[in-house]
């Protein structure tokens, strides 16, 4: 890289401005900006495409606790929050439980169900602890978190059966190769940003 080329990347970030969290645009909020936030930041997506992940690797009868288990924790966190508990540092929670579920699914070793749904339940607990909503009414919290729970519930549902169900029926020895390959990304990518925000 050249002197100039340098110049030009430091100025552009000097330019930069403090980013708020949790706002979507002016007109978004309510149950369809909780909706929407899993699915444009980051770190919430990293993480729930790993959950999606560990779940297809896990039997039929697994799947089932495997989702109730997420959704269990999103509610523990809106009961949390709504009795006014405060969380710092919550997307390092989400980036770490994306960086561990990541990395198990890499090693490709069966967990145990109630082991895989512990993980489910961190991750649905520290997804929802943080996307709370840059508000301070109550019902409108409860609605965006509402939004939160449901997209979420949705995508790692929707995308854990349907790769779940590509993994029983072709049986494909690069199949799973590739979904180790996918979670080791994933968790690559989860370490990596919470390395930068760590050392910022």
């Known amino acids: ?12 970030a000097g330019t930069t401005s403090t980013a708020h969290a949790h706002v979507l645009t002016d007109t978004i909020g309510g149950f369809w900006g909780g909706a929407l936030h899993p699915l444009i930041v980051p770190a919430q997506t990293l993480c729930l495409i790993a959950l999606a992940l560990l779940m297809a690797r ?3 009868r697994a799947r089932p606790m495997l989702v109730l288990a997420f959704a269990a924790g999103c509610v523990t966190g809106i009961v949390l929050v709504t009795r006014a508990f405060a969380f710092a540092q919550s997307d390092g929670a989400v980036l770490a439980c994306a960086a561990a579920t990541g990395a198990l699914i890499a090693l490709g070793r069966p967990l145990p169900p109630v082991v895989a749904a512990a993980i ?23 609605l965006s978190l509402g939004g939160t729970l449901s997209s979420g519930l949705a995508l790692v549902l929707v995308v854990g059966t349907a790769l779940g169900a590509t993994l029983d029926a072709v049986r494909n020895r690069w199949l799973p190769v590739a979904v180790r390959i996918a979670g080791s990304w994933l968790a690559a990518s989860a370490i990596l940003t919470l390395a930068l925000r760590l050392i910022r």
Do not use: K, Q, Y
């Open 1 to 12: 890289m050249n002197a100039a080329r340098l110049l030009i990347v430091f100025a552009v």
């Open 58 to 60: 896990h039997g039929v």
């Open 120 to 142: 489910m339940a961190a991750a649905g607990f520290s997804v929802t602890i943080d996307s709370v909503p840059a508000i301070v009414s109550e019902r409108d919290t409860l």
